[in-house]
T-cell receptor, first 108, second 112 residues
Framework: KNEVEQSPQNLTAQEGEFITINCSYS?????LHWLQQHPGGGIVSLFM???GKKKHGRLIATINIQEKHSSLHITASHPRDSAVYIC??????????FGQGTRLTINP | EPEVTQTPSHQVTQMGQEVILRCVPI?????FYWYRQILGQKVEFLVS????????KSEIFDDQFSVERPDGSNFTLKIRSTKLEDSAMYFC??????????FGDGTRLSIL
């Protein structure tokens, strides 16, 4: 069983729709990260969470430590949001364990 | 904004050859990492480096691999006697404390 599970694996939506990507994990963590990977391969850090909720522009990330679950939301989605979104958990001080990623496609 | 820089962006090497992947972390960062992503698979942790020594490594990081910080700016990953299955995207990351990590754009390694 994977330590970090994301759903859905693929998501296609129309521009303007509200998007939710889910992440569940089975191990103890010190923090959870949401990352964005574009077709060229580069990885950008979006959020690091250890509790509660964070917001940056149209992106919102939440985490429930008791349920070992996190969600990434995108409001008013746009084609430029199309990318792979990756959940990764920090075990201890350094090592990140990654989920498989969710490929998001936003159609105009 | 400071960035983690990786070179080359694409490296093609014959099987059995040695390859060195280079990274310039953000200048005031103290923690350095290497990850790899085989095509179509998830990103995997290879190694973390702090205070001039390896602080943690994965099962993947066997004797074929080594890391070095040869000067004050570079952080390198050496792969000896490359195999076909070493073909992957290799990401370097750095952080001022243990988290969060800033990633480079990656080096695509192709072993022929």
């Amino acid at each position: 069983k994977n330590e970090v599970e994301q759903s859905p694996q693929n998501l296609t939506a129309q521009e303007g729709e509200f998007i939710t990507i889910n992440c569940s994990y089975s191990v103890g963590i010190s923090a959870l990260h949401w990352l964005q990977q574009h077709p060229g391969g580069g990885i950008v850090s979006l959020f690091m969470l250890s509790s509660g909720k964070k917001k940056h522009g149209r992106l919102i990330a939440t985490i429930n430590i008791q349920e070992k679950h996190s969600s990434l939301h995108i409001t008013a989605s746009h084609p430029r949001d199309s990318a792979v979104y990756i959940c990764a958990v920090a075990q201890g001080a350094q090592k990140l364990v990654f989920g498989q990623g969710t490929r998001l496609t936003i159609n105009p | 904004e400071p960035e983690v820089t990786q070179t080359p962006s694409h490296q093609v090497t014959q099987m059995g050859q040695e390859v060195i992947l280079r990274c310039v972390p953000i200048s005031n960062h103290l923690y350095f990492y290497w990850y790899r992503q085989i095509l179509g698979q998830k990103v995997e942790f290879l190694v973390s480096f702090y205070n001039n020594e390896i602080s943690e490594k994965s099962e993947i990081f066997d004797d074929q691999f080594s890391v070095e910080r040869p000067d004050g700016s570079n952080f390198t990953l050496k792969i000896r006697s490359t195999k076909l299955e070493d073909s992957a995207m290799y990401f370097c990351a750095s952080s001022p404390e243990a988290q969060p990590q800033h990633f480079g754009d990656g080096t695509r390694l192709s072993i022929l």
